[in-house]
């Protein structure tokens, strides 16, 4: 069966760094466009960062854009979410998703919806201190 795993998380002062990582197994890996999403308490989860198959293409949400870098391993099955200038805003349950695509851009930001993922790991919590 398909599974996905976050790795990575971990507690950071604000500004400072964080690579998450996460592995998945049991699908054509390159098949897939691999997303990030977060969910603060209380909040809707929502889509951070996504990255096409061949990894040409990635798209971020305005609230990161410039701070995090997505990249993939095709060979090694894995998605990295390198996270840079961190604040306490950035606290949140962090989720890897596999899906058939990674949603779209506009001119009013980026749009996704974890409903068009299909493949989801259990989580790694990113907390930011201040």
């Known amino acids: 069966q398909v599974q996905v795993m976050e790795s990575g998380g971990g507690l950071v002062q604000t500004g400072g760094s964080l690579r998450l990582s996460c592995t998945a197994s049991?699908?054509?890996?390159?098949?897939?466009?691999m997303a990030w999403f977060r969910q603060a308490p209380g909040k809707e989860r929502e889509g951070v960062a996504c990255?096409?198959?061949?990894?040409?293409?990635?798209f971020y949400a305005d609230s990161v854009e410039g701070r995090f870098t997505i990249s993939r391993d095709n060979a090694n099955n894995t998605v990295y979410l390198q996270m840079s200038s961190l604040t306490p805003d950035d606290t949140a349950m962090y989720f890897c998703?596999?899906?058939?695509?990674?949603?779209?851009?506009?001119?009013?930001?980026?749009?996704?919806?974890?409903?068009?993922?299909?493949?989801w790991g259990q989580g790694t919590q990113v907390t930011i201190s201040s």
């Open positions: 990255i096409t198959w061949s990894g040409q293409h990635t």
């Open positions: 049991g699908l054509t890996f390159e098949d897939y466009g």
């Open positions: 998703a596999a899906g058939d695509g990674c949603g779209y851009r506009d001119n009013t930001g980026y749009h996704t919806s974890p409903g068009d993922f299909g493949h």
